[in-house]
């Protein structure tokens, strides 16, 4: 019940492309859902994040699209661009107190491929 | 902000050999930290979290071990390290207050 399910594991767009970027939950108690970006070598950046308040969250280029009642978020890159070519990992939460951890399930993890 | 440092940034053991990797953070008192591993081409494997001086908890048994001297110092330590231990370190923290978790930039152990 604690997973999350990433999909797909990879993904090859061209350059303009809309690359999306599935997860799936079970767990109803998740209620923060962030997504991180990771370059090969470097540590995961936090890219974006949502709460189920609301269906859609924009931020430059990237927009989460949320759905409470199917337990799925997903991850759209707009206009994408060779320098989006990454790893990307959606990730959920349950309102955990500081002394419970505050830990994070993570996807599996989707690697993006953007062709020039 | 939160800035997190980890080092050494890259590292090749022996078998067999100990290891001790060192994360600090700074712009934050009293976070929540975290040690992952992460394989190669893999997912993140949360192994340790700590939510205070001392406190550590282990999520998956293994040959290593956590410690957390000072509030924003978390060390990984093995005394012997085996070839599985190979991987990508990565610490994390979730500041006070805050949800957000951030994660620093790794350090690269081989093990041989």
């Known amino acids: 019940q604690q997973q999350v399910k990433q999909s797909p594991q990879s993904l090859i767009v061209q350059k303009g492309g809309i690359p999306i970027i599935n997860c799936a939950y079970e767990n109803t108690a998740f209620d923060y859902f962030p997504w991180y970006q990771q370059f090969p070598g470097k540590g995961p950046a936090l890219l974006i994040a949502?709460?189920?308040?609301?269906s859609e969250k924009k931020e430059g280029r990237f927009t989460i699209s949320f759905n409470k009642s199917a337990k799925q978020f997903s991850l759209h890159i707009m206009d994408s661009q060779p320098g989006d070519s990454a790893t990307y990992f959606c990730?959920?939460?349950?309102?955990?107190?500081?002394?419970?951890?505050?830990?994070?399930?993570f996807g599996g993890g989707t690697r993006v491929l953007v062709k020039p | 902000s939160q800035t997190i440092h980890q080092w050494p940034a890259t590292l090749v053991q022996p078998v067999g050999s100990p290891l001790s990797l060192e994360c600090t953070v700074e712009?934050?008192?009293?976070?929540?930290l975290y040690w992952y591993r992460q394989a190669a081409g893999r997912g993140l494997q949360l192994l340790f979290y700590?939510?205070?001086?001392?406190?550590i908890s282990s999520e998956v048994p293994q040959n290593l071990s956590a410690s957390r001297p000072q509030d924003r110092q978390f060390i990984l330590s093995s005394k012997k390290l085996l070839l599985s231990d190979s991987g990508f370190y990565l610490c994390?923290?979730?500041?006070?207050?805050?949800?957000?978790?951030?994660f620093g930039p790794g350090t690269r152990l081989t093990v041989t």
């Open positions: 994390a923290c979730r500041g006070t207050p805050g949800i957000e978790q951030y």
């Open positions: 949502i709460r189920p308040d609301v």
């Open positions: 712009g934050t008192s009293n976070p929540n």
């Open positions: 990730a959920a939460s349950t309102p955990q107190s500081k002394a419970a951890g505050n830990k994070l399930t």
């Open positions: 700590s939510v205070g001086i001392g406190q």
